[in-house]
């Protein structure tokens, strides 16, 4: 006989009926729901606005960044007064800035009354601040030599009206604040001013700070942040309405918006357009009797279901690079776009990592210790800096360094130090140096062991130039790993480069017409030797001059050779062309960059030298994105590229070897492939180099850069399972011309 048993549950030892224990389960995983949701937002932050504010900010990249589209007319449109919408990013671009809570660069003035009516210190803002937010400007005031001076901070609009006054009496050390808000007209400027003064009342102001808001917050230097440009064809649009919309904005009103979300780099539309011009019909809209139109009309509609459509590569990329500033955070757009930006908050950060801070003396690294405030610095204007590098210290000038890379977190540096010494054995004193931080390459080594095995190329030809024998790399850069401390904090692994100086090709100035050319646009049919250059620093940089004062030679003489080279039949290269073009480093120069997959080195970052003025020699730069690097570092190459014939029709020079000294490139190559790009001494430099670096400092820089991207992949074992596949396919190559 079959029993029915009716469920029992047991909970904390207590027999529960079925229904009462489900009950408790239900509630029980409501309390742990809402735990977790609390320690998520312990965790986690989420904020939308025009002008986002943050003040605990990870340095991190950002969890969500949305940006929402918006459709706005300047008036209400008539039949007389057309008016037509516009929407977010109409012009094709959005500007998104990320700087810090403080946004005017001013740390300390001092105001001195004297024989001028006014000495105000005047902040131009320009479009650092949004039209309808509020914003609070404060200060310190120390009194030096005071009568009756008073302390005036003045705000005034786009239109040169003044919206907001606060004057304070100095009768002390003290502070003040000066709080408004932006209307439509913008901020121009802001003064601070003496008033009610006598001449000699001294007054020094400090901690000047503009930032988001009513409250005033402990005073934080400026931090530029970065800029990050957005493509968007066709904009993003965005309606009002009532009901069904996906965005609520700070004032209550509710939209339908297109979206770009650049976590998933996707952008999703929700409106349409229909749009028409004069005499042209709107299909499917009755406009008027006639069916036609005299002044053209725009309507933006919902859409049935939404449509998605992927973000461009370039900003998927340049995204993939952007790094909330921390812990104070401001994020704005120059369109006056909504967004919304989740982030990690740096309290959570600290109290997962509980490691301690490292230590590269710990592991016997090179230290360039760096003291000073480097909020001003760009890539035109330095900063003064304290160093200390071993036994040595002083004072130093520091700036950005690099083009491409300067919308990277991680900024290359130049450092003019206020002595010369020897850095690195054989390099000499030197004042000069570079710091690259090879953002996009975590291994560090692509660029320096490129020129080393460049250098080793140069030094094994049969004619070599005395100037280039004696040199490290014979004319390439060089460098060795350093870790960068500054203010006492770590600030990133670095290598410590020789710079386009001309001390790197041997120059002193007793040569008798030397210069440095560096290729610099990639699409430039004169860089491809294709047409001539038109000036100096165009299509080349001029990186080294004899004579800076006379420099007109240089690019008659680079001309001449361009011309030789585009009318060459093949019957005068080793007798006119052989006087104007060093063909053992061209031919080195066509197969170095088929073997290090240097794409971006065939019409960019090619060095042509010379030193009498009428010979050029071929030398190598730059070559950090080789050996399967791709795209800025944010991914592998799918392909062995450049080949020898994708080389020979990019540049006129390695078509002319193609064609016809195919006999001395097939020789040359099977000589390099035998030892120097031989797989084993290429794995043994970069092994050599990758293994002087601790694998803390690489982590410690992965830590305090987190957008460094490839960190799992970029390193040694990668680049030597490349170039071995690389080199098999490049054998077959040179075997096919």
Same mark, same amino acid.
């Not at 403080?102 to 902040?123: I, K, R």
């Not at 490349?722 to 396919?729: E, K, N, P, S, T």
């Given at each position: ?156 609009d786009g239109s040169n009206s003044q919206i907001a006054i606060s004057t304070q009496q100095v009768l002390g050390d003290g502070s003040m604040k000066c709080t408004f808000t932006v209307g439509d007209a913008g901020i121009r400027s802001i003064y601070i001013t003496l008033t009610n003064r006598t001449d000699g009342d001294t007054v020094t102001i400090s901690d000047v700070q503009l930032e988001k808001g009513v409250a005033v917050t402990p005073w934080a230097s400026y931090d530029a942040g970065h800029d990050f440009y957005v493509h968007l064809t066709g904009g993003l649009r965005g309606i009002p309405v009532t009901a069904g919309g996906n965005y609520t904005d700070d004032a209550g009103r509710m939209w339908l918006c297109d979206t770009a979300d650049f976590t998933a780099g996707v952008i999703t539309r929700r409106t349409g357009v229909i749009e028409s011009y004069a005499g042209e019909a709107v299909t499917g809209a009755y406009m008027s009797s006639t069916g036609g139109l005299t002044a053209g009309a725009k309507i933006i509609h919902a859409l049935p279901e939404p449509l998605q459509e992927p973000m461009s590569d370039e900003d998927v990329t340049i995204y993939g690079g952007v790094c909330l500033r921390s812990p104070d955070c401001t994020l704005y757009n120059l369109s006056q776009a909504d967004m919304r930006a989740g982030y990690e908050r740096v309290t959570a950060v600290q109290e997962s990592s509980g490691s301690t801070p490292f230590d590269p003396t710990h592991y016997g690294m090179p ?136 001390? +790197?090709?041997?120059?002193? $100035?007793?040569?008798?017409? !030397?210069?440095? #050319?560096? @290729? =610099? ?101 730059? +070559?950090?994105?080789?050996? $399967?690097?791709?795209?800025? !570092?944010?991914? #592998?190459? @799918? =392909? ?98």
């Open positions: 006989m079959t029993q029915t048993r009716t469920p029992i549950i047991s909970l904390n030892g207590h027999a529960l009926a079925d229904s009462e224990a489900r009950g408790r389960i239900d509630t029980l995983s409501a309390d742990i729901e809402a735990i977790r949701a609390e320690r998520e937002a312990e965790k986690y932050g989420l904020e939308t606005g025009a002008v986002i504010r943050l003040s605990d900010a990870a340095a991190l990249p950002p969890r969500e960044l949305t940006l929402f589209g918006r459709s706005t007319q300047s008036a209400v449109p008539t039949e007389s007064a057309p008016v037509a919408p516009v929407s977010i990013g109409d012009d094709g671009i959005v500007q998104i800035r990320f700087r810090g809570k403080n946004l005017v660069n001013v740390a300390e003035t001092v105001l001195t009354a004297g024989v001028s009516h006014e000495l105000p210190v005047y902040l131009a803002l320009g479009n650092g601040v949004q039209p309808g937010h509020t914003y609070t400007l404060s200060l310190k005031v120390a009194k030096s030599n005071v009568v009756t001076s008073k302390v005036s901070v003045r705000v005034y230290v360039l210790y760096l003291s000073g405030d480097t909020s001003a610095m760009t890539k035109d204007n330095a900063v003064t800096l304290s160093w200390q590098y071993r036994d040595m210290s002083g004072r130093c000038t520091c700036k950005w360094q690099g083009s491409s890379s300067l919308w990277l977190d991680k900024k290359n540096y130049t450092i003019a130090f206020d002595r010369a010494f020897e850095a690195r054995e054989g390099w000499g004193a030197q004042k000069k140096y570079c710091f690259k931080a090879n953002f996009v390459d975590h291994s560090h080594a692509r660029n320096i062991c490129s020129a080393r095995l460049w250098g080793q190329l140069v030094k094994s030809r049969e004619n070599v130039p005395a100037r280039f024998a004696d040199l490290i790399n014979a004319g390439a850069i060089d460098g060795f790993p350093v870790c960068i401390l500054l203010n006492g904090e770590f600030h990133g692994l670095y290598t410590w480069n020789i710079p386009k100086e001309g001390w +790197m090709m041997g120059f002193d $100035g007793t040569e008798t017409r !030397g210069a440095i #050319l560096c @290729a =610099d646009e990639t699409d430039s049919e004169a860089t491809g030797f294709f047409g001539p250059a038109s000036v100096v620093d165009r299509e080349f940089s001029l990186e080294y001059a004899t004579d800076e004062a006379d420099t007109d030679w240089i690019i008659t003489s680079l001309n001449r050779l361009i011309a030789a080279c585009a009318d060459s039949d093949g019957t005068d290269l080793d007798t006119t062309l052989a006087q104007y073009i060093d063909w053992e480093s061209a031919i080195d120069s066509y197969i170095f960059t088929v073997l290090i997959s240097g794409a971006d080195n065939v019409r960019r970052n090619y060095l042509l030298v010379t030193e009498d003025g009428v010979k050029w020699y071929f030398s190598q730069y730059d +070559m950090d994105e080789t050996f $399967g690097q791709y795209l800025s !570092g944010t991914k #592998l190459k @799918a =392909d062995f590229g450049p080949t020898f014939e994708s080389n020979a029709a990019r540049h006129r020079v390695y078509e002319l070897i193609r064609l016809y000294k195919k006999d001395a490139l097939k020789a040359r190559y099977a000589q390099l492939r035998a030892g120097i790009m031989s797989e084993i001494n290429v794995c043994q430099t970069f092994g050599n180099f990758i293994g002087s670096i601790p694998s803390h400092a690489f982590l410690a820089d992965s830590e305090k850069w987190p957008t460094i991207p490839m960190t799992s992949v970029s390193d040694f074992a990668q680049i030597c399972h490349y170039y071995g596949m690389l080199v098999r396919q490049a054998d077959h190559w040179i075997e096919q011309l």
